[in-house]
């Protein structure tokens, strides 16, 4: 196998890549090898030696704990779960909540086999017993994966002196009502709240 076909397998594997967008995309690398590629090889030799797991939260740093958790400026009695790094770095970016995070690693699914020991729920029940925390934040996906991961981690929850919440579920600001799934209508009638 040529360099060139590596490169496209490997860009392939990548998502939101197929075969045809990793040959455009490696065709594109090679061209501006010096400007693109290069540099490109080096961020990612970089990133494979220098970035790991906060093995306080599970976020992906360059340093343990990550910057996320030593941040002195945040709520500390605030902990928002979610299910990846993704949707870790996606709260982020709305720069609203300023407490900290705890990454399970995925969501409970008996079809999947992953149970309650695949995934981080004992290192967030020992983080909120922690006498600081005030309120766990369950940002689960809407999914029944993702509900089902909610509802144990509530019940592993029961016996900590903590808030247990979760976000809101319903029409999304500038959402039109005819375009909307039947489920998240309903979700926004069961949780509907005075204007």
């Given at each position: 196998m040529s360099d060139i076909d590596q490169l496209i397998q490997l860009l392939a594997k990548l998502p939101g890549l197929g075969p045809r967008s990793a040959r455009r995309a490696a065709l594109h690398l090679i061209k501006r090898r010096e400007s693109l590629l290069v540099p490109l090889t080096g961020a990612l030799e970089d990133a494979a030696r220098n970035i790991r797991a906060c093995s306080t939260c599970g976020n992906l740093d360059t340093r343990d704990p990550c910057a996320?958790?030593?941040?002195?400026?945040?709520?500390?009695?605030?902990?928002?779960?979610?299910?990846?790094?993704?949707?870790?770095?996606?709260?982020?970016?709305?720069?609203?909540?300023?407490?900290?995070?705890?990454?399970?690693?995925?969501?409970?699914?008996?079809?999947?086999?992953?149970?309650?020991?695949?995934?981080?729920?004992?290192?967030?029940?020992?983080?909120?017993?922690?006498?600081?925390?005030?309120?766990?934040?369950?940002?689960?996906?809407?999914?029944?994966?993702?509900?089902?991961?909610?509802?144990?981690?509530?019940?592993?929850?029961?016996?900590?002196?903590?808030?247990?919440?979760?976000?809101?579920?319903?029409?999304p600001v500038g959402g039109e009502l005819d375009y909307l799934d039947d489920g998240t209508l309903s979700a926004a009638l069961k949780a509907r709240r005075p204007v």
């Open positions: 996320i958790c030593t941040d002195a400026r945040r709520n500390e009695a605030l902990i928002c779960v979610v299910e990846d790094v993704a949707d870790l770095w996606a709260l982020e970016r709305t720069a609203v909540f300023r407490g900290r995070y705890h990454v399970l690693g995925g969501t409970l699914s008996a079809l999947d086999g992953i149970g309650p020991e695949d995934l981080n729920i004992q290192g967030l029940v020992a983080r909120a017993r922690a006498s600081e925390v005030r309120e766990v934040i369950l940002a689960t996906s809407a999914t029944v994966d993702g509900q089902t991961t909610a509802h144990y981690i509530t019940d592993r929850l029961a016996d900590c002196s903590v808030i247990v919440s979760g976000l809101a579920h319903g029409v």
